[in-house]
Nanobody, 126 residues
Framework: QVQLVESGGGLVQPGGSLRLSCAASGLSLDYYAIGWFRQAPGKQREGVSCISTSGRNTNYGDSVKGRFTISRDNAKNTAFLQMNSLEPEDTATYYC???????????????????WGQGTQVTVSS
């Protein structure tokens, strides 16, 4: 059974930080690029970040550049999203997903994400 499980979400004040984890079972993450996505009520799902299998290549959505950092530990079969300087606009359910192939899909390649977690809620509020 392939499973991705996100954790680390919660309530944080504006300007605060959270570190999300994405733990995989039933697959070895070193075969997959890993993406983080988020979706807020009434809004489209948004790509947040992606990291290649090696960890040498990363990308970020414009709204989170300079604030979020994606990383992975293939030995632990886990990926992470460090979120700093959080804003109320970051409030959303955050999902991790595994994409076929070693490199991050481009903006037209979301179909390459074949496994998805159930999400973890992040709420940024004072």
């Amino acid at each position: 059974q392939v499973q991705l499980v996100e954790s680390g979400g919660g309530l944080v004040q504006p300007g605060g930080s959270l570190r999300l984890s994405c733990a995989a079972s039933g697959l070895s993450l070193d075969y997959y690029a890993i993406g983080w996505f988020r979706q807020a009520p009434g809004k489209q799902r948004e790509g947040v970040s992606c990291i290649s299998t090696s960890g040498r290549n990363t990308n970020y959505g414009d709204s989170v550049k300079g604030r979020f950092t994606i990383s992975r530990d293939n030995a632990k079969n886990t990926a992470f999203l460090q979120m700093n300087s959080l804003e109320p606009e970051d409030t959303a359910t955050y999902y991790c997903a595994a994409a076929i192939g070693p490199q991050c899909p481009d903006s037209s390649g979301d179909y390459m994400y074949v496994y998805w977690g159930q999400g973890t809620q992040v709420t940024v509020s004072s």
